[in-house]
């Protein structure tokens, strides 16, 4: 009898098996049925369909244990670091919310996301050259940038090196869309207005460092004021000098200006050699003539003192006070007197006279001989009375 004929055993499949035995394949519909109610139950539906609430508890949990997990990985996602030198910048919804410090944070992913930006590093940029030129120093040059007109209209070839770093990140971000080209305009400009106010030999020379100094101030108060969160650290003139098609010219008037700085010196220290000496030569001048003056003065006046002593004594005595006179002139003219006078009328014998002795113009040789020939010649003596007598006169004795 067949499995499915009338009369026959209904418990019995095709394979051999009993219907709600477990051996054998399963039916189709039971199990399409079965996954029905799990997928009813997963979803709040169909728990209680035929008396299946345990399998209703069980979707339920499940269903918990899955959104569990997958909020944790949510939240583990969010989770960032920021490290040391760097800030966080919080962004909601693509708009600017905070800026977070070096350190673990969290924010909820796919609500906000974070952009780091790095403020520790010091950049650089440089105007009028390219590092990495066939100059070592200084790299290529770049025309366009480093020729500027200075003040007295002359052309410079500027070469400049600046250092910055970001300071605020959200400025930096947010505020410029470029911030480096933004950077370049703004030195490019400070540095052309500052050598436009200077003339070139004080940029070529001493005002180096004014120019740095005041391209930096410059610079950065642009900056700030375009709020581009960028803060400029150095500012430093590579090299400042004429443009290449007249450094020769410039060359022989720095030659030139060379020579006329020192042909000044020379002159300066000759004039520093002889003002000082004709100083010194007139100062003498002056000190001697009053010396000669004081001794003038104080001769004179010892001898007014002395005639009038002399005066005094000759009233008293004239005949003493005359001859002691006479003597003292007499002795004064005859001790440099080279002359001899001879006696040869009252004498017979041949007088010898040591003229060579007498002629050496010895003092008191001269003196006593001259004594002695007054007093054996009355004609010489005469004489010498005369002269002392004009002598005395001219002294103002009478």
């Known amino acids: ?3 499915n004929e009338p009369g026959g055993s209904g418990n019995k499949d095709p394979w ?14 039971e199990v399409v049925k079965k996954l029905q109610e799990k997928f009813g139950g997963l979803f709040g539906g169909g728990g209680k369909r035929n008396g299946s609430s345990g399998s209703g508890r069980a979707g339920s949990i499940g269903i918990g244990l899955i959104a569990i997990v997958a909020i944790t990985v949510w939240a583990i996602s969010g989770v960032y670091i920021v490290e040391e030198g760097t800030r966080g910048v919080v962004l909601q919804f693509g708009k600017y919310n905070k800026t977070t410090q070096p350190g673990p944070h969290w924010h909820p992913r796919g609500i906000q996301t ?68 933004t950077l370049r305009q703004v030195i490019e400009s400070a540095i052309r207005e500052t050598i436009g106010k200077s003339e070139m030999d004080y940029i070529l020379k001493e005002g180096r460092a004014d120019v740095t100094e005041q391209t930096r ?24 000098q004429p443009p290449e098609q007249v450094q020769d010219a410039f060359a022989d008037a720095v ?9 000044i010196n020379e002159a300066k220290a000759y004039s520093n050699d002889i003002v000082p000496r004709a100083r010194g030569k007139a100062a003498r001048q002056l000190a001697e003539a009053n010396a000669y003056k004081e001794q003038v003065i104080a001769e004179a006046t010892g001898e007014a003192s002395r005639f009038t002593q002399v005066l005094a004594e000759y009233k008293k005595a004239p005949e003493v006070t005359r001859k ?75």
């Open 1 to 3: 009898m067949a499995w």
């Open 16 to 29: 051999g098996g009993r219907k709600n035995n477990e051996q054998g394949p399963p039916d189709l519909d």
């Open 114 to 181: 974070v952009e780091t930006v790095d403020i520790a590093n010091i950049r650089g940029i440089s105007i009028g050259f390219r590092a990495g030129g066939g100059n070592r120093q200084t790299g290529s040059s770049v025309g366009r940038e480093s020729l500027m007109l200075t003040e007295d209209e002359n052309i410079v070839d500027v070469k400049l090196a600046v250092q910055y770093k970001v300071k605020s990140a959200s400025d930096y971000l947010f505020n410029v869309k470029d911030p480096e080209t």
């Open 217 to 240: 101030e410059q610079v950065q108060e642009i900056l700030d004021r375009y709020k581009t969160g960028l803060q400029v650290t150095t500012v430093n003139l590579q090299d400042a």
């Open 255 to 263: 030659k030139a200006q060379g020579d006329q700085v020192r042909v």
């Open 324 to 398: 002691r006179l006479y003597l003292e002139a007499m002795e004064s003219v005859m001790t440099n007197s080279s002359k001899v006078l001879v006696d040869v009328e009252g004498g017979g014998n041949l007088l010898y006279l040591p003229l060579d002795k007498m002629m050496s113009g010895g003092s008191s040789t001269g003196s006593s001989d001259g004594r002695r020939i007054i007093e054996g010649d009355s004609a010489s003596r005469q004489i010498v009375e005369q002269r002392l007598r004009d002598n005395v006169r001219g002294r103002g004795v009478r």
